[in-house]
């Protein structure tokens, strides 16, 4: 037998043991099969016609306010803290002097290092609070880490 009636003869079996018809919906004997199912959907759908699902509509209301309120928040802050005429560095070695030790090396002094020399202005500053503060185990006590932060 050559292949070609091979598959033809397959495809003849396959199609007396697979109903080769194309299928349809019956909704009427699913409605009926499925009583419950099919009532739960119609008072789902008579609802949403009715504005039963006004719960949902207002949190959802909700939530987008609060994203909106979010994203214009967070655009004033970035405006905010874009000072013009701050972007370009100045001179070399003009990082500003910090008052103590804990305010020589907090994010406020450093980036206003940066500002002021740029790269080179923020090594200048951690340059000297390492001058100023230094690796020394036993020489600084808690006490006189706190004292310096507050005042």
Known sequence: MSE???KQRLDDVLRR???GSRPTFDAEGWQEKYAR???TL???SEGAAAGGGGARRTVR???RLLAVAAVIV???ALLLTQIPGRDEPGPVGTAPAAAGPARMVSMMSLRAAYLKGGQEGLGAQLDQALKHLGPRPNGLSMRDSFEDSEG
Do not use: M
Request: no cysteine; charged share 30%; hydrophobic share 45%.
């Open 4 to 6: 070609h009636k091979d």
């Open 74 to 76: 967070i655009g004033v």
């Open 17 to 19: 043991a697979i109903d």
């Open 37 to 39: 199912e099919y009532q």
């Open 61 to 63: 209301l909700v939530i």
């Open 42 to 44: 119609v008072s789902r």
